[in-house]
């Protein structure tokens, strides 16, 4: 049986808590949220409206924005931040220390390793990895079966289709979408070839240039609102 008053848990209104699960310590609770019978580590904090589905385990300090639906079987790692309005699929494994936006979807069976940023707006699907230390820009569409390196930078409304494998340290460049099937690796260029390890529609339709990325990392702040 659960011990939300005895771990001085905040629960919201209209809130319900499977009798089963185990609440941490000093956890805040939305209204609406719907828990089932998961492990929630202390100071987690669920904003309203939000439903965990049976068999997740999250994380201590990990937070998780509103309206999200996490299905059966999930762990999220402590201090990961999930935004408003996600979805995330069955089995999947999010590590701790990771930051996704608001309207993320995340497919089964899909593995986020520690200190990635997934800004707004992205659609990530089923069987994929995405290594550590990985930024994925807004609007990015990642389809089943791909794999991001370590340090990739995946910029704004790029797609990555089916089976598509990005080694360590790869860019793709805004709006590139890159065909089934395709393993790139990072070469250094030229400087005047552009920033090194970024992958351009040019240079992939011509020569298959590849081109490190650069940019900053941003802080994604969803529960400061």
Same mark, same amino acid.
Not at 28 to 34: A, F, S
Not at 38 to 43: F, K, L, P, R, S
């Given at each position: 049986?659960?011990?939300?008053?005895?771990?001085?848990?905040?629960?919201?209104?209209? *809130?319900?808590?499977?009798?089963?699960?185990?609440?941490?310590?000093? @956890?805040?609770?939305?209204?609406?949220? *719907?828990?089932?019978? @998961?492990?929630?580590? #202390?100071?987690? %904090?669920?904003? #309203?409206?939000? %439903?965990?589905?049976?068999? *997740?385990?999250?994380?201590?300090?990990?937070?998780?924005? %509103?309206?999200?639906?996490?299905?059966?079987?999930?762990?999220?790692? #402590? %201090? *990961?931040?999930?935004?408003?309005? @996600?979805?995330?699929?069955?089995?999947?494994?999010? #590590?701790k220390d990771v930051e996704i936006g608001y309207d993320v979807v995340i497919g089964s069976v899909t593995d986020i390793d520690h200190n990635t940023i997934i800004h707004g707006c992205v659609s990530i699907g089923s069987h994929v990895h995405v290594k550590d230390n990985v930024t994925i820009g807004e609007h990015v569409k990642i389809l089943d079966n791909c794999g991001i390196g370590s340090g990739c930078h995946v910029h704004t409304y790029a797609s990555l289709l089916d089976h598509v494998t990005l080694e360590d340290r790869v860019g793709v460049s805004d709006g590139l979408t890159l065909g089934r099937d395709i393993k790139i690796k990072y070469t250094p260029t030229k400087p005047e070839s552009g920033i090194p390890g970024m992958v351009y529609r040019h240079n992939l339709e011509n020569h298959m240039d590849y081109q490190k990325s650069g940019g900053n990392r941003s802080i994604i702040k969803m529960f400061h609102r």
């Open positions: 049986m659960n011990t939300l008053k005895q771990h001085k848990t905040i629960m919201g209104i209209n *809130t319900t808590v499977h009798e089963d699960a185990v609440i941490g310590i000093g @956890c805040e609770l939305g209204n609406d949220v *719907t828990i089932g019978k @998961c492990v929630i580590g #202390d100071g987690v %904090r669920i904003k #309203d409206g939000t %439903r965990i589905d049976s068999g *997740t385990v999250i994380g201590s300090d990990a937070m998780i924005g %509103r309206n999200v639906n996490i299905s059966a079987g999930v762990v999220i790692g #402590d %201090r *990961t931040v999930l935004g408003d309005h @996600c979805v995330v699929g069955t089995h999947v494994h999010i #590590d």
